[in-house]
């Protein structure tokens, strides 16, 4: 009898953490939904409460295409672009 292990070791991974922000003080706050019932609104309340603790601009919240998907690069890339940090939420 032949014993095969059926694992693999997991693939190298090419992302890295961004660096912590040392202030929130006047920062652009970008805002992901899930489109899951109440993910919206909890990214506005947070978001409310963010700008309302360090100021800042809050961005329309951009929805992803499906809760069970990723978003898409183009959209990370544009939110990147135009705000300091993102608030993602899934509701329910």
């Known amino acids: 009898m032949k014993l095969v292990d059926p694992t693999v070791a997991a693939p190298a ?5 961004a660096p912590a922000l040392a202030s929130l003080d006047g920062l652009t706050i970008g805002l992901l ?3 899951k019932l109440n993910a919206d609104a909890l990214l506005e309340e947070t978001a409310s409460m963010l700008q309302a603790r360090f100021g800042g601009n809050v961005l329309p919240i951009v929805a992803k295409g499906s809760a069970g998907a990723p978003a898409p690069a183009d959209t990370l890339k544009n ?3 135009a705000c300091d940090y993102l608030i993602t939420a899934s509701g329910d």
């Open 13 to 17: 991974r090419q992302s890295r953490r």
């Open 79 to 81: 939110l990147s672009e």
């Open 33 to 35: 939904t899930n489109t």
